[in-house]
Each structure stands twice: as C-alpha cells, then as structure tokens.
T-cell receptor, first 112, second 112 residues
Framework: SQTIHQWPATLVQPVGSPLSLECTVE??????LYWYRQAAGRGLQLLFY??????ISSEVPQNLSASRPQDRQFILSSKKLLLSDSGFYLC???????????FGNGTRLTVT | DQQVKQNSPSLSVQEGRISILNCDYT??????FLWYKKYPAEGPTFLIS?????DKNEDGRFTVFLNKSAKHLSLHIVPSQPGDSAVYFC???????????FGTGTRLQVFP
C-alpha cells in the first residue's frame, strides 16, 4: 500500500521568507502526485498535480510553485511567502485511472 | 467557481442514529465521486466511492447514493458512532483527468 511522507508537520515562517515542503511516496511507482491546501474554514483546493517527473500542472495562479525531481518526490516551494499562504498543505498520490487519492498527514504552515 | 458543494457546514447526530451528509455538483462531466473523512491535523482518508454508472454503493455502515439527474450525492452512515465524528469531504473526478475536486466539507459530530 502507498505511504505518503510529508515534513515538517508544522512550520512558522515570516512574511517574505522562502518555503520548501517535501513529500515522498512509498509503495508505488509512477504515481500521480498532488498538492492541496486547506485554508481556514474552506475546503481542499488543488494547487498542483503531476503525472510524471518534471511534469507539473498548476491549477490556480499563486505565489507557489511545485517541482518533481524524482518519480516519488514532490516539492512545494515559494520564494517569498505571503500572509495568505497560511494553511494546511496536503500531499497526495494516486495510481491514476480513478483510483482514490491517498494523503499524507499534512503540514500546518503559519506565515507571520 | 465551486463545482462541488457541501451546503451544510456541520451536522450533529445521536449515536446509533443515521447520519446523512449531502453533496451537490454542477459539472455534468464528473463521472466518479468519492467521500473522504478527515480528523484534525491529519490527512483525509478515503471512505467510499461511486461511479456515475451506478446509483448506490455500500460498504459496511457506509452507503453512498448518486442522483445524476439532480447532480446530488449523499453519504449515509448507519448506525452512527462517536468515532465517526470528523469532517467529511465529497470529491469528484472528471473523465480520466485524475484531478479530484473537493467540496468544502461537513463537520459531523456524533454524541452519546
């Protein structure tokens, strides 16, 4: 079965600082990978998804970027954080073909 | 544009009774629907899914109903247990895109 590792679990960063959140996947090869964000009082918003190494699709314009340097590694980054970037960031993976997403435990990011 | 809507932000149900969580969608191209359960500070976990060619899928205490003409689905939990207290997200997939679009979630509280 798939295991999604995310770190760190919590992060407090000042406005204007850079961000790097890492996600790695075990138990499957060539997964589809996703970054979601849950802002306070809101649902899960899809930020990025990737169907392969170096292939990134962005769903919403924002201050964030994503990269997939290896098959089972997905990184969420920002050069300069904004207050509005605060939220709960979730990495997810699937085998494709309508298979369910499996989520990591998330990173709580607070931008101060 | 919220394509998947959960209009009830919260629901309170007595233990042993039925919990009914509702979800509406606007995009008729969605052909696969899923329900996820989320505890605080954890990633969502997959509960149950249904294809658009079906109108019902059952797994133990959980049953999902789909009404395509009304663009509505619901999750029934019976009997409800205190451990079911969590936020429930409805999600939909369009075609073979493998991108899950989530609703805003419903917080279920099951009291003794």
């Amino acid at each position: 079965s798939q295991t999604i590792h995310q770190w760190p679990a919590t992060l407090v960063q000042p406005v204007g600082s850079p961000l790097s959140l890492e996600c790695t996947v075990e138990g499957t090869s060539n997964p589809n990978l996703y970054w979601y964000r849950q802002a306070a009082g809101r649902g899960l918003q899809l930020l990025f998804y990737s169907v392969g190494i170096g292939q990134i699709s962005s769903e919403v314009p924002q201050n964030l970027s994503a990269s997939r340097p290896q098959d089972r590694q997905f990184i969420l980054s920002s050069k300069k954080l904004l207050l509005s970037d605060s939220g709960f960031y979730l990495c997810a993976a699937s085998k494709g073909n309508n298979s369910p997403l499996h989520f990591g435990n998330g990173t709580r990011l607070t931008v101060t | 544009d919220q394509q998947v809507k959960q209009n009830s932000p919260s629901l309170s149900v007595q233990e042993g009774r039925i919990s009914i969580l509702n979800c509406d969608y606007t995009n008729s191209m969605f052909d696969y629907f899923l329900w996820y359960k989320k505890y605080p500070a954890e990633g969502p976990t997959f509960l149950i899914s249904i294809s658009s060619i079906k109108d019902k899928n059952e797994d133990g205490r959980f049953t999902v109903f789909l009404n395509k003409s009304a663009k509505h689905l619901s999750l029934h939990i019976v009997p409800s247990q205190p451990g079911d207290s969590a936020v429930y997200f409805c999600a939909a997939i369009k075609g073979n895109t493998d991108k899950l679009i989530f609703g805003t979630g419903t917080r279920l509280q099951v009291f003794p």
